[in-house]
């Protein structure tokens, strides 16, 4: 199993989506006009990376509505505001995704204006929006996504809402690559010790808030529930003093994460009370993190993707002591589901 950071190759690997950034300001400039909603429909890691896309926007919009789908019940739901002026957004890594192809069919009769991200033109999904934003060759395209639609949202913002730091953040995406290799290369240490030290664990929780549940849902189920079949449950903050504080004891392993946006308060309470009451804590605190070339203002918006890449480090460890790829699968791709 690799486990050698190759710094070059996840920042060469991200080229195509940093050059994309221009274009997707372009498209967002251009749809804004015509739209008073944005749609956003995906499963697993993309639909989290949405989620975060959409905090922000909550807190920004006034002229405009963004929500987030699961494809299967964006299809049940049918909103009877899907028309001319809903602009959706539809993303898959492999383009394959069944229940995403079929939203993206299912919008085909209406009339939206549909965009869709995936890494590769031969993909389905590829062929099935006006606009196709392909990420390439990449292992990062959980990352590749949330910066294109990321920077496609914040244009629209920009014209829709004023929102003034769109230069600030296609400047700082630009500088993100390098940035998320930093994260990782300073984790390298701590990973080796944390992979040590919960090895033979098979529940491990994860608690953040605001747009850093991203991060703990794609790190805790994507990679460790999804890859090394640990039970590793995600709870947002504003939810853990009602009920799931009470699982925890002095042996209980739970990962903190910590971000800049207005959510922070809500973790350094739960950072408190985990402190009193669980000697097996891991804090993971972006403001640790330089997070150089990334704008003072964009921070907050980039902290899960920094954190994200330096506990990506930890799941490599992880697998190398349980002795099992993170290629390894039960079911998917395996099994008629």
């Known amino acids: 199993m690799a486990t050698e950071l190759n710094e070059h190759e996840i920042i060469h690997s991200l080229d195509h989506t940093v050059g994309s ?3 997707a300001v372009q498209v967002g400039r251009e749809v804004a006009p015509n739209i008073d909603r944005i749609y956003m429909i995906a499963c697993g890691s993309a639909n989290r990376a949405m989620q975060g896309i959409q905090y922000w926007a909550d807190q920004a919009t006034t002229n405009i509505e963004v929500r987030t789908f699961f494809p299967a019940e964006f299809m049940a739901m049918n909103p009877p505001k899907l028309n001319e002026r809903t602009l959706v957004l539809l993303a898959s890594k492999s383009g394959h995704t069944p229940e995403t192809l079929a939203a993206a069919e299912f919008v085909r009769g209406k009339p939206c204006k549909t965009v869709v991200f995936t890494q590769f033109e031969a993909s389905p999904l590829a062929s099935l929006g006006e ?3 392909l990420l390439g060759k990449t292992d990062e395209t959980f990352l590749a996504i949330f910066m294109l639609m990321q920077t496609l949202v914040g244009a629209v913002l920009e014209q829709k809402e004023k929102w003034p730091l769109l230069p600030k953040l296609v ?10 290799v930093a994260a ?7 990973a080796k010790e944390d992979a040590r030290l919960y090895k033979d664990d098979d529940k491990i929780y994860f608690v953040a808030s605001g747009p850093g549940a991203t991060t703990a849902y ?3 189920v994507c990679i460790l529930m999804e890859m090394l079949w640990i039970h590793a449950y995600p709870i947002d903050a504003a939810e853990f003093f009602h009920g799931p ?11 903190l994460i910590i971000g800049e946006d207005p959510s922070r308060p809500l973790m350094e309470r739960v950072k408190v009370f985990c402190q009193k009451y669980t000697e097996r804590l891991m804090i993971y605190d972006s403001r640790e993190y330089a997070m150089e070339g990334i704008d003072p203002e964009i921070r907050p918006i980039v902290a899960p ?3 994200q890449a330096a506990l990506k480090r930890l799941s490599v460890r992880l697998s190398i002591w349980r002795d099992q790829p993170l290629s390894t699968r039960r079911y998917m791709w395996k099994t008629e589901y």
């Open 21 to 23: 950034l221009d274009r």
């Open 131 to 133: 606009e196709a934003f």
């Open 171 to 180: 400047s700082s995406f630009k500088a993100l690559p390098a940035a998320i």
């Open 184 to 190: 990782a290369k300073q984790n390298e240490g701590r």
């Open 218 to 220: 794609v790190f805790g």
């Open 245 to 255: 504080f009470e699982i925890v004891t002095p042996n209980t392993p739970v990962v």
């Open 305 to 307: 993707y920094i954190i």
